[in-house]
């Protein structure tokens, strides 16, 4: 299948300092990629690249077939939804309210709420949860209720292809299970979906494929249990990681100890 | 009470308040005029019978000193707050107000100038200058934040306390050099106030705050998505840099037209958004007008206040509102840190 997303050798500085050195990685249509690596390894900078908002120094990043620099803003907005930490987003603002301005790049400065707009809504604080808490303000939510917030921000906007950087950072375990469960109900939907994770062993769980990057290149890709075991993970976070397959259990247990 | 009926709420008491204001502001005065007869001649305008006509003296004092007064008490008001409002989106900050870009210190500096060179006396001079003086100091703001590629907020923000604090040092510079007798009339100035402004005024300075007031109202959708911050604004396929020079450019206008009519009136641009968002919401949409409607409330009545609190003086229209302001936002600040 071809890829909706796709980065080639690209090479990335944010200012005087190169932080991707050539990277090359794929992204198809109802795939789940989880981008591991290690602290300042380029992760967020790599997804600020696929989503267009960094330009490659060298390379190129691909969007449905045509550089992802050729696209229109508004257009680009559409087919692609960048789901980032928790910023302060404005503390009087409705979860509601919030949720409808992922719809900007659909309705512009001026067309008004049309029902397919509404339902695009509804749909995003539908699939996330959220709908209890549509008429709440940001101020009064926790970070993890703020995060799943963002997040139907960025399925309201009926992406193709939904980036995401550190979802599951401020959430607590139920919420990064349902978290989870809701990106693959988006991948299940068609979405491509690409997550940068720090939990490795959740990633393994739910990714169908694992991007190792380390210092600016990656170094290994593929299934998530054959990444995490290689010696390039090993490198990469500067620890041993060992596997156990349990009976009953769908994914091995990962355990991490320092290199001896 | 849903958010949907206490914006109606806040809307109708707003959209009630400010006509009610403007004739009882048109009413008073060191001459007071009887309400009925003010509304009576107004009418009497629009082709309705004067049935309370005025004197032939009330007539004047209405037409040619106190309407164009309130007018523009009400216009300056409006504008200040609606870019109090746009501006605290796009710095996501609710501290952010016109001073940030420069526009009263280089206005300051600019009546100044005029007044050393000898125009103080000269019909619109002062305004005028104070205009050039405002955009000047914005042009630097914005040049030298773009000395070094795109500027952060932050940079954005330095610059503009870097300028205004040049611009002051310049304008006192001025005001030492300057005979005795032409400070007076910029010190009138300087205070804010609108003693004795004209229908030229209404028209020049409010002219250009109401058109862009309306046009920062058109941009209410991209300031909401501004104030997400520069990455998902970016991300929803917005132009930032480009909308927020432009709402910039738009606020500078408003601003500079405000402060060259009526001098420094503080705390407007403060007060009257955080006063109504937790009533109508932060949405531009909603929050601009009702800014609007509210800094035009405000102004008035603070130029009422200005002209009638004492019998000998007006009283400097920026020191009323600053008074009116400044323990309001300490209250507010308290009650925020509290909360926190």
Redesign the interface.
Known sequence: MNAVLEARDAVVRRGAREVLHGVSLSLREAEAVALVGPNAAGKSTLV?TL?G?LRPERGQVILQGRPVSQWD??????AL??V?PE????P???VQ??VA??R??H????RPLTREDRAAIEGALAATGIVDLA?RALETLSAGERQLAALA?GLA?QPRVLLLDEPGAHLDVGHQLALFRILDQARAAGVAVLAVVHDLPRAAAWAGRMVLLDRGQVTAEGPPDAVLTSPEAARAFRVSVRAHALPGLPHPLYSFEEPS | MTETRRRALAFAVLAAALPLCLCLASASGSVALPPGSVLSSLGARLGLPDVFPLSPAGQTILWTVRLPRVLLAAVVGGGLAVVGAALQSVFRNPMADSGLLGVGSGAACGAVLAVKIGWGQTFLALPIAAFAGAMAAVLAVYVLAHAAGRPSLHALLLTGLAVSALAGAGTSVLLVATEEFRVRTVLFWLAGGLEGRSWTHVQLGGGLIVAGALLLLALARPLDVLSLGTEEAAALGLPVHLTRLGILAVSSLVAGAATSVAGSVPFVGLVAPHALRPLVGPLGRHLLPAAFLGGAVLVVLADLAARTLSAQLDLPLGALTAFVGAPYFLLALRTHEARA
């Open positions: 600020r989503a908002l803003r508004d257009a680009r907005a559409r939804a960048l980032t910023e302060e987003t404005p009087a603002l409705t309210d919030r301005l992922g900007y790049p309705r512009g400065p001026f008429r921000r906007q």
